[in-house]
């Protein structure tokens, strides 16, 4: 659900607070041990729409039906008013007790609040078991937040479009997927739409140049130090623009949301009107909300970000991300954390990813819940990848991300450079 | 009393107070001071502290938010004095959006006004449906701006109903990214803009021509004078009070323009239709940089309060000090 905005006229649902399970029992959050007393935990989160919103509220549900004591205020907030929603609760005095959270470099930002807990010194042993998916949610070795599941972005592309510009499989390297955009061309469909509009899709595509471009090293380095002053992160967006003067991409994509409305890249996709799309894992979900014939939904596959010859980079390595929960310092322990590790359980993950599609669990044990072929695709190339680097925007402290997104959406309309990106990165950097 | 008989005492102890104007009944003034003074405290005082609490606190505010280097998170500790305004006066983006309100705001000038007096000169007859037309003309200003923006989405869609509707009328070549070529898309805002807000100028000059007397351009009619020449000699001067108001808000709007350019393109393609108040939220709310944020929310204060206090000093002056009527005369 990272970036799921396939809610497209949902404002309004956002807007209502459900109060979910015992709406009657009294008491309220106020911080520090719970107790006997009976407590509500308020719940804000960027599900707002089914089929999460309905999962997360079913949750909540079942947790309430083993702790009676323990209710929810459940709280859908549109994904695209979230982030400043949280911003101004964070700096107030009185914070939701459980909240969305990105991890990465948005997190640690919010971390300089000191309104987050660290769910370290609680029995935590269950975020132990989530291995380097949990490890990656930590700031100054404090866990102030753990993911409920991990996403992975690759090329999702329709099987029959395919199969009608005469390309019988996926392409694995740069080359071949130049000459599938040909070929693509040729059959009058777009070869790949993008929402260029939302800029962060535009960064998927200087962050997997980079990725194939650096070692995991250097990956690491640049993102402990919040800097892309590395030669090759400017190999990155040099092979962007060569890239990009294949044209790649669906007429008036400068303009084209991502995932709000028919006419966005995962709705071009979707239509068929477009071939393939680089994307999270999320991106079927979005499709099928937007699509009014399910149908398509056969004709999906899913193909690796492709190799870039003579890029020193592990062609292996994959870019991706998490969506998750952090418990505010004020929420009532350990219901909190308690119900995080809930939503760690293999039942609850089993329903998150058969139910609400979320992507791949956080927890191992609810892999077999994955039915679709592209999702069991997914699931190996990450059992096979050495590293998975985090989307940069997220990776980075928040300006920065944006910084590089804006830096790159330059570049997609021509007005950029592969150094203008990296400037763009330490300038923003130094901004810190 | 007591202070009447005292004052009435005073003036008779000396000669000169014999001829000297009465002297002031200092009991009877104090008391309607008072009252006055009681007043304004009651009638003012509320829309004073609401002016001082949500206009100049908040202003203050973002003065002293843009002298730290702050994300919104934590203490605001960081002091980096003018640093922000510095950086975003040098910033070649903040120019740009700067520019880009110039331009709306130079366009609205010249396109919006002349269209603005035309139709008003034109609602302003006596003809058949002329209230229907009105409400037309000013139906798209009652329209909130997020369904706007929504609405041209639509229209603007690439292969949508405006590229149809050009390619139905034999100008399909003409058929442009509207949305996405960042050479045009500051223009096609400025398109949307006008058709939202010629409206509000209709009406404004509308009211500015109905209180114009008839009998003026009657007698002129007597005199000889053509329409055109009623109109470039009489109608206009006597409405220009209105149009500097309307030039007034015009400008004041074009730097403020935020809501359509933040739904339809997010001041996209590659700031090709930014704003200043989209420069500003963007580094506020989108990148968490609130002491830049707010650096650059200063500054569009200033730009905005500076062209106000000129325009009022030298512009609207003349009007408050009785225009019309020398205009008359």
Known sequence: MRRTRKCVAVAAAAAAALTLAACGSSGSSSGGNTGNSKITLTWWSNANANPLLGVFQSLAKSYHASHPKVSFTYVPIQNEQYDTKIQVALQGNNPPDIFFQRGGGFMATQVKSGKLANLKPLDSKWIGELGSLAAAWQVNGGQYGVPYDQHTVGFWYRKDVFARAGITSPPTTMPQLETDITKLDAAKVAPIAVGSKDQWPDAFYWDYFAVRECSIATLKTAVKAVSANYPCFLKAGSDLTAFMATNPFQPAFLNTPAQVGAGSSAGLVADGKAAMELQGDWDPSVMEALAPNKKFLSDIGWFPFPAVPGAPGNSQVLLGGGDGNSCSASAPEPACADFLAYLESASAQKLLVSTANVGLPANPSASSALTLPAEQQILQAGQHTPYIQEYFDLAYPTNVGTALDAAVADLFANKGTPQSIVTAIDQAAARQ | ?329
Not at chain 2, 3 to 27: F, Q, Y
Not at chain 2, 34 to 56: D, S, T, Y
Request: glycine fraction near 10%; charge should be positive.
């Open chain 2, 1 to 329: 009393m007591t202070e009447l008989r005292g004052s009435a005492t005073a003036a008779a102890a000396t000669p000169a107070a014999a001829v000297a104007p009465p002297a002031p009944r200092t009991g009877l003034r104090r008391r309607p001071g008072r009252r006055k003074f009681i007043e304004l405290v009651v009638l003012l005082g509320p829309a004073l502290v609401l002016f001082a609490g949500f206009v100049l606190l908040p202003i203050c505010i973002a003065a002293y938010y843009g002298l730290f280097n702050w994300s919104g998170y934590g203490p605001v500790s960081d002091f980096t004095g003018l640093h922000n305004y510095r950086l975003v006066i040098d910033d070649p983006v903040f120019r740009e959006s700067l520019l880009h309100n110039v331009i709306i705001g130079v366009l609205s000038l010249v396109i919006q006004l002349p269209i603005s007096i035309a139709i008003a000169l034109l609602l302003n007859r006596r003809m058949r449906g002329g209230s229907f037309l009105r409400t037309a003309v000013f139906a798209p200003y009652v329209v909130s701006q997020a369904t706007t923006a929504v609405l041209w989405l639509l229209l603007l869609e690439p292969g949508g109903f405006v590229d149809q509707l050009m390619k139905a009328v034999g100008l399909g070549g003409l058929v442009q990214q509207w949305l996405a070529d960042p050479t045009i898309v500051l223009y096609t805002m400025f398109v949307v803009l006008t058709w939202q807000f010629i409206g509000f100028g209709v009406i404004l000059l509308l009211a500015g021509l109905q209180g114009i007397p008839p009998e003026l351009r009657e007698a002129a009619g007597i005199d000889g004078a053509s329409a055109w020449q009623t109109t470039r000699r009489i109608i206009l001067p006597l409405l220009s009070p209105t149009i500097r108001i309307w030039i007034f808000l015009s400008m004041i709007g074009s730097l403020q323009v935020f809501d359509l350019v933040w739904i339809m393109t997010l001041g996209g393609p590659a700031n090709a239709s930014s704003t200043m108040v989209t420069y500003m939220i963007f580094y506020g709310f989108h990148s968490l940089e609130f002491g830049y944020g707010s650096a650059a929310a200063v500054i569009l204060f200033i730009i905005s309060f500076a062209f106000a206090f000129l325009y009022q000093r030298f512009a609207l002056r003349r009007d408050t000090a009785g225009a019309l009527t020398r205009a008359v005369r």
